[in-house]
């Protein structure tokens, strides 16, 4: 019998390319292909979308060397949970937990499985019946990989974010060799098309589609219990995550410029079918949706290894059901953790409620994130980085800034998300009457 006197930690099972595999599995998922249309149409200008990447991948990169170093401090499996915990108490770190957990992740990974179901049914033509069941039986799927193991789990997520970059790659590839890009598509480079929103608006809705698209790449934190060698692989992974997530988010958008002019990008769904078409012919739309499938597989992939260490490392502190905290003796993975994301995720697509959820969930995301970079200021000893207050300090005020876009743009779902979070208290309060 396994002896549970003493927290169990998982085993160190996963290398440098997994790490990276979560980082870009998470961020290269579905935003690309929905994101940059409406980027693009709304913003009216390749200039502005450029800036719009390049600015969110400057805040993204500041990110990326703060959870390097509290991954470096801190090397054990919870990501956020454990960093608040340290930094700012129990409650911040429950808080946290209990957004990931149970508004986030659940969110995220049945968006996700409802647009892998979406673009299969475009592949291969299922009755509806057997379409309605798709999303459901996906995250099904993922979750039996990652409960036969880190080692299992963390293969197929390197595997697919390989074969996902080299597909990305190849698609800039062809559209280039092919003669379908037009470099007069993107002149005038600046000034702004006709039919383009009003600028602020146009700003808020880009810089919000762009924080989702490169959402993710602080995941990574949450396995490095399970990483070997955390304080050499963790910083490369996040490092090199985000710099192979912005290269590719510049080259797709570039590309999906200068194929389809701006001024002819239809809505984000249709614009896959759209691109699709127009680089390999009346088989485009397929071809394109396999690509969306293959990224968002690896996105869910990740997703449903890095989500359920949330709820384990909570259970572990004793601010959860001490079940969550257990692993299987078999498979050495946290099952019932595993389980209950999948159930979550589950049950959030019986209520159909995923728009609802992405909206209010950014907001309460931007703010836990900018809250836990701020850590980094109350570390003893201090830190000796080169990129030391420099990057906490950017990451925060580009924080501040979609923030405040989001609060002037669409308040209520953020507010709403904002109830949802501290309604964690009361359950808060009864594990430490516990």
Known sequence: MTDTSQPQTPKRELGFAAAVGIVVG?????????????????????????????AMAVMTMSGALCYAELGVRFPQSGGE????????????????????????????AAALAVGTGAYLAQIFPFSHLVAATIPAL??????????????????????????????LFA???????????????LVPFAARRAG?????????????????????????????????????????????????????YILISGVFV??????????????????????FGGAGARILSACVVLCVAGGLSALMMAAPRVSFSMAQSGSFFPAFAKLSPRWNTPVHAILLQTGLAIAV?????????????????????????CVLFRLRPSIDRWWFPAAPVIYVAFSAVIGGLILLHNPLPALIGVAVVLAGLPVRRFFSRR
């Open 138 to 167: 996906t995250i099904v799927f993922f979750a039996v990989i990652n409960i036969l193991g880190t080692k299992i789990s963390g293969g197929l997520l390197s595997f697919i974010n390989v074969l996902k970059l080299v597909i």
């Open 196 to 248: 383009s929103d009003s600028l602020i608006p146009a700003l808020a809705g880009a810089a919000v589609g762009a924080f989702f698209s490169f959402g993710g790449w602080w995941e990574a934190g949450k396995i490095a219990g399970e990483i070997r060698n955390p304080q050499k692989y963790l910083p490369l992974a996040l490092v090199s995550g985000v710099s192979v997530v912005t290269l590719v």
């Open 171 to 185: 698609l800039v590839a062809w559209a280039l060799i092919s003669g379908h890009t037009e470099s007069r598509n």
């Open 349 to 373: 697509l019986l209520l159909g409620a995923f728009d609802r959820i992405l909206a209010y969930i950014i907001f309460s995301a931007i703010v836990f994130l900018a809250v836990t970079v």
């Open 258 to 279: 200068s194929v389809i002019p701006i001024q002819s990008v239809t809505d984000s769904p249709a614009f896959v079918a759209q691109f699709g078409s127009v680089l």
């Open 81 to 108: 949970v454990v960093y608040l915990r340290e930094g700012f108490g129990e409650t911040a770190g429950y808080l946290y937990g209990w957004m990931a957990a149970f508004v986030m992740y659940p969110g995220v």
């Open 26 to 54: 998470q961020s290269i998922a579905l935003g690309i292909f929905l994101t940059p249309a409406s980027m693009a149409k709304s913003l009216g200008s390749p200039m502005l979308l450029l800036l719009v990447w390049v």
